[in-house]
């Protein structure tokens, strides 16, 4: 019998055990596109989930237009997700914001070095670079919470239905809709910091590929 390794209790700031990193194209006020990288996204059948943060334009442009892309950057664009994290569409920056070392960016796409492609039923923008892109439609904002008693912005989670799935060929199965899993390495975000995915261990009794 196997020995259990030894543990112990701890108490992590943070919870990013291992979720996929996002690109949320999203459309301002004036019809520019912003761009906004998430950390909390999970899908179920044609739904998915994600968390916003209170202070970003991000969730203010999703509530104000309930169109988005859903933009699924590869391991290797870690360093253009980067270059979007310490951004904001937001003008002014919130003042808790600034102190985080946040700045205003109203040219996100060109910053990360991406470039914008129309989408077929919503508005705003794909990352045309990132392998795969899900337009999408909000339904429900579901809830949103205020930390600090009032004196910072919380999350919001937000749930969206997919209308639309664009894929790059190379990380497709030829002659299917299946996504190629040993051609597809998706960025994840674990305890902040960026990784990749390793080789193949194995495949679920309902796989299809």
Known sequence: MTALAPHRVI???ILYFGTPVVLLSTLQEDGSPNLSPL???WALDDRLVLGLGGMGQGLSNLMRTREAVINLPAASQWR?????????????????KQAMGYSHEPRKFQRAGFTPV????????????CPLQLEAVLLNVHSATVLSGGAAPGFAIAELRVTR????????????HHVDVEQWQPLLYVFRHYVGTGAVLGRNFRAET
Do not use: Y
């Not at 129309?118 to 670079?129: F, I």
């Not at 799935?165 to 299917?176: K, L, M, Y």
């Open 11 to 13: 108490a992590p700031r």
């Open 39 to 41: 950390s909390s996204a």
């Open 80 to 96: 253009q997700v980067e270059a979007l994290a310490p951004t904001t569409g937001r003008n002014p920056v919130p003042e808790t």
């Open 118 to 129: 129309a989408s077929d039923t919503v508005a705003p923008p794909r990352v045309g670079e």
């Open 165 to 176: 799935v664009h894929a790059h060929e190379r990380i497709t199965v030829p002659g299917t």
